[in-house]
């Protein structure tokens, strides 16, 4: 399995990005794929997931409103469009895939990608 996570940059407060996450190597329809990040110094977080069949999504409460998850099932990619970014945003972006949908833990998700870095400033 591989996740290829790219779009990170360096944008100013009140800016967008979009992150993608390529997924190879397995038949994801069962799967979930979850957005997480980690901060320097901080615990990695969950910020969003998508349910690969259903298309259903859950977030973050610190990012409900401003980040929305969508996913492409004809090219196996999954995307992060994060509008009015904050400095808080500021980490590296992970994707991971997970049997549990709806799941914000950490644990609970198996293969993850490389990270893309989001830096945020004000």
């Known amino acids: 399995v591989q996740l290829q996570a790219c779009g990170g940059g360096l944008v100013q407060a009140g800016g967008s990005l979009r992150l993608s996450c390529a997924a190879s190597?397995?038949?994801?329809?069962?799967?979930?794929l979850g957005w997480f990040r980690q901060a320097p110094g901080k615990e990695r977080e969950f910020v969003a997931g998508?349910?690969?069949?259903?298309?259903?999504?859950y977030y973050a409460d610190s990012v409900k409103g401003r980040f929305t998850i969508s996913r492409d099932n004809a090219k196996s990619t999954v995307y992060l469009q994060m509008n009015s970014l904050k400095p808080e945003d500021t980490a590296v972006y992970y994707c991971?895939?997970?049997?549990?949908?709806?799941?914000?833990?950490?644990?609970?998700?198996?293969?993850w990608g490389q990270g893309t870095q989001v830096t945020v400033s004000s």
């Open positions: 998508v349910s690969w069949r259903s298309g259903g999504t």
């Open positions: 190597g397995r038949t994801f329809s069962s799967y979930a």
């Open positions: 991971a895939t997970s049997l549990h949908h709806g799941s914000y833990s950490v644990d609970e998700y198996d293969y």
